[in-house]
């Protein structure tokens, strides 16, 4: 199991996605649970490190998704992933990872588009729009 942080803006709902280290496609930054954290605030350190954001983020996840994670080795193996909903206060101009991602906003619909876990499209797509309805 992997915990999840979907960044999201006070201002206008978009959501913040990053790239992966090693294909380059658009995520939410993710990582393995840290002990001594609870799962919300691993969520809150993985888009610390991933993506320099500093926020709020909500202590109960608001779903989950799965994916096939390949491995050094070749093989791979599935993953849940609790995803947990992060309201970005700020975002750093240098952070662990900045040399190695980069980072975006998109309307949740348009991220929806643009990642592939099918489960985290579901997510993004429910998600509703700064001042509007559910897309």
Not at 13 to 31: A, F
Not at 45 to 71: F, M, R
Not at 77 to 98: G, K, M, Q, T
Not at 118 to 123: E, F, H, I, P
Request: charged residues 25%.
């Amino acid at each position: 199991m992997q915990v999840a942080a979907l960044c999201r803006s006070r201002q206008d709902g978009k959501v913040l996605l990053v790239t992966s280290r090693g294909t380059g496609r658009w995520i939410v930054p993710k990582g393995w649970p840290m002990p001594g954290r609870t799962l919300a605030d691993a969520a809150l350190q993985e888009a610390w490190e991933e993506a320099g954001v500093l926020g709020t983020i909500g202590q109960e996840p608001i779903g989950t998704y799965h994916y096939d994670k390949v491995q050094d080795l070749g093989f791979s193996v599935p993953v849940e992933v609790r995803v947990y909903l992060l309201d970005v206060e700020s975002l750093a101009d240098d952070w662990l990872e900045s040399g190695q991602r980069k980072r975006r906003w998109f309307e949740p619909a348009r991220a929806a588009e643009l990642v592939a876990e099918t489960g985290l499209k579901r997510l993004l797509a429910g998600m509703v729009p700064a001042g509007g309805s559910p897309a």
